[in-house]
């Protein structure tokens, strides 16, 4: 039974692995559908309490699995969530990356990069628009989130630095 | 792989590339520093300022390949940027550098089962950093696109973008995929406008 789960966890994050576009969030229906309503390894509770508890840790979002691995076939299944996320992810950008190489020096690729750039800086700015919008309640967010943005545009100021402050600020209540 | 150009692939290291460990190293405290969110931001600040590795170009280059293709996009940044610094062991010890603290620290939460957000001081805190990393991403956004903002064409596809996804709230890969192309075809337009023009002058 434990084998046939373990089986399972790496079918599952193994597909999800290379057909993940766009990241984390975009594998969750399908991760939900067959963790919960289809295989039921465990409540609709006890995901989104893993998925609150993936969300806290820093990284790449994906890993989310691992803790599904966990809740269904302990640390076993923790590490062959990560391993079967992780692998077939790697084997396919590597070969990508490797026959992206061989197009690089060619005219053809300035063409690719200097089209894709503008969408690439777009979707970045909407990254950052989607987290305001959801992380900003008030004028102290919203003073915090425009002084970051200056603050790292003009200046060499080391984030980190930065962060601890606007951690602080969090803290006093004032966001 | 025969042909002569062949032998100008960066796969093989130059000598001063940097080795395994500081590759790891690198990608591990990329990881560790981005409580909060913002990982591709602080991929950007440590590859290219911290470090000097990669050029604002070439990690604007290596994003849009991560973006376009399936899996984290920081784990596929990893995994390409990794590989240019130093082959096969680079890509190896990057995906390694940033996936390893990530799983350590998700093992401590979920075996004591909890999700920082629970502790009020911890959420408080995390609230500050994410709003400061909605800036930070902002700025890198503008860091990496100084030289496009200043074209009338990429601005515009800038903005249909940020439109598309941030505002709509489509999907990022129907978008890359469709605007990508047609930014694509514009740039070859342009280029073919400039140096026919080029001719008649």
Redesign the interface.
């Known amino acids: 039974m434990k084998d046939n789960a373990i089986f399972q966890i790496a079918r599952l994050c193994s597909s999800l692995?290379?057909?993940?576009?766009?990241?984390?969030k975009?594998m969750i229906p399908d991760l939900h559908k067959e963790a919960v309503t289809d295989l039921k390894w465990m409540s609709e509770e006890r995901f989104v309490?893993?998925f609150?508890?993936?969300?806290?840790?820093?990284?790449?979002?994906?890993?989310f699995v691992?803790?599904i691995g966990?809740q269904t076939a302990g640390?076993t299944g923790?590490l062959v969530a990560?391993l079967a996320l992780?692998l077939p992810?790697?084997i396919?950008?590597?070969a990508?990356?490797?026959s992206?190489?061989?197009i690089r020096?060619k005219p053809i690729s300035h063409?690719?990069?200097?089209?894709?750039?503008?969408?690439?800086?777009?979707?970045?700015?909407?990254?950052?628009?989607?987290?305001?919008t959801s992380?900003?309640?008030g004028a102290g967010?919203v003073v915090?989130?425009?002084?970051?943005?200056?603050?790292?545009?003009l200046t060499?100021i080391n984030?980190?630095f930065?962060?601890g402050i606007?951690?602080?600020?969090?803290?006093t209540?004032w966001? | 792989m025969n042909s002569p150009e062949a032998y100008n692939f960066p796969t093989a290291p130059d000598p001063d590339s940097p080795c395994v460990s500081a590759i790891f190293i690198c990608f591990a405290k990329m990881t560790l520093v981005s409580f909060g969110g913002g990982l591709t931001a602080w991929s950007r600040q440590i590859l290219v300022e911290e470090k000097g590795w990669l050029s604002d170009s070439e990690f604007l280059e290596i994003l849009s390949l991560s973006q376009a293709l399936p899996g984290a996009i920081n784990a596929n940044l990893a995994i390409i940027a990794g590989r240019r610094l130093k082959g096969m062991a680079g890509a190896i010890s990057a995906i390694l550098g940033l996936a390893l603290p990530a799983m350590v620290i998700l093992a401590v939460l979920v075996s004591l089962y909890i999700s920082c957000l629970s502790n009020p001081a911890v959420g408080k805190a995390l609230s500050g950093v994410t709003c400061a990393c909605a800036g930070l991403s902002a700025a890198t956004a503008y860091r990496l696109g100084k030289k496009h903002f200043k074209k009338p064409m990429s601005l515009v596809f800038v903005i249909g973008t940020v439109f598309l996804v941030g505002v709509l709230r489509f999907s990022l890969i129907p978008i890359l995929l469709s605007l990508g192309p047609i930014s694509a075809l514009c740039v070859w337009l342009a280029g073919r406008r400039a140096a026919s023009s080029e001719k008649i002058l």
């Not at chain 1, 915090?144 to 545009?153: G, R, T």
């Not at chain 1, 606007?166 to 803290?171: F, I, K, S, V």
């Open positions: 692995s290379i057909m993940a576009f766009g990241g984390g975009s309490d893993l609150a508890i993936s969300q806290t840790a820093p990284g790449p979002s994906t890993l691992s803790l966990y640390w923790f990560a992780l992810e790697f396919l950008v590597y990508i990356s490797v992206w190489d061989s020096k063409i690719i990069t200097e089209g894709v750039a503008p969408v690439t800086i777009g979707l970045l700015l909407s990254g950052a628009l989607v987290v305001a992380s900003i309640h967010g915090v989130a425009v002084a970051a943005f200056f603050i790292f545009s060499k984030p980190l930065v962060m606007a951690a602080l600020t969090g803290l209540g966001m």
